[in-house]
Structures are given as structure tokens and as C-alpha cells.
Nanobody, 124 residues
Framework: QAQLVESGGAEVEAGGSLRLSCTAS????????MGWYRQTPGKQAEVVAA????????DYGDFAKGRFTVSRDNVKNTLYLQMNALKPEDTGVYYC?????????????????WGQGTQVTVSS
């Protein structure tokens, strides 16, 4: 059964750091570009970062550039997101999936194609 399990979310103060992890089943991870996505309160879901299957190319949402770093371990089928200089507006639920996501949509994180996400809360 294809699975995505995100972890590492926590409550931190502004300026702090977190490292998120996403362990995926082989069928999802191997050979696919992967992405981090987030749903923040009152805003549409957005792409945080993406990385190619080899890990040689990455891209970030404008808000993440210079603060976040995406990486992957193709042996452990695990995706990472190092987040530094966190801001209160980074508060939300963070998900991982293939990039682009299944159906190329982020409309519904509860449609069975996503993990449970991990909550990041940044206090001011």
C-alpha cells in the first residue's frame, strides 16, 4: 500500500528551525520528483519546494528561498525539509508527495492520496 508519513513538525518561536521528514513507500518515491506542500490558515495550498529524482535539481516557492532546503535520501526513501529563520506566516500543515502531486492538484489533502501531514506552528 502506497504510503506517505510526514514528521518533525512542532511549535517553535520565530527565528527558529525545524527539520521535516517524509518517509514514502518505494512505489511513490523511486524515480519520481518529490515536493513539499503546505496549507496555511486562510490561504490556498502552495508548493514549498521540489526536488528531482536524482536530487540534482531543486526549486522553491519564493517565500522559501534562502530559508528552506529540500533534500532526499534515495536509499531510505525519505524526503527532508530543513526550515530556518521560521516566521509566524509559516504556520500550517506540511505535506509531501510526488511533484507534481497526484492529479496535479492540491485541492484536497484528505482525498486518500496524501499523508496525514505534520503541523508546524511558529509563535511570534
Amino acid at each position: 500500500q502506497a504510503q506517505l508519513v510526514e514528521s518533525g513538525g512542532a511549535e517553535v518561536e520565530a527565528g527558529g528551525s525545524l527539520r521535516l521528514s517524509c518517509t514514502a513507500s518505494r512505489s511513490i518515491f523511486r524515480g519520481n520528483s518529490m515536493g513539499w506542500y503546505r496549507q496555511t490558515p486562510g490561504k490556498q495550498a502552495e508548493v514549498v519546494a521540489a526536488i528531482t529524482s536524482s536530487g540534482n535539481s531543486v526549486d522553491y516557492g519564493d517565500f522559501a528561498k534562502g530559508r528552506f532546503t529540500v533534500s532526499r535520501d534515495n536509499v531510505k526513501n525519505t524526503l527532508y525539509l530543513q526550515m530556518n529563520a521560521l516566521k509566524p506566516e509559516d504556520t500550517g500543515v506540511y505535506y509531501c508527495n510526488t511533484f507534481p502531486p497526484p492529479g496535479a492538484t492540491m485541492e484536497n489533502f484528505s482525498n486518500g492520496h496524501w499523508g496525514q501531514g505534520t503541523q508546524v506552528t511558529v509563535s511570534s
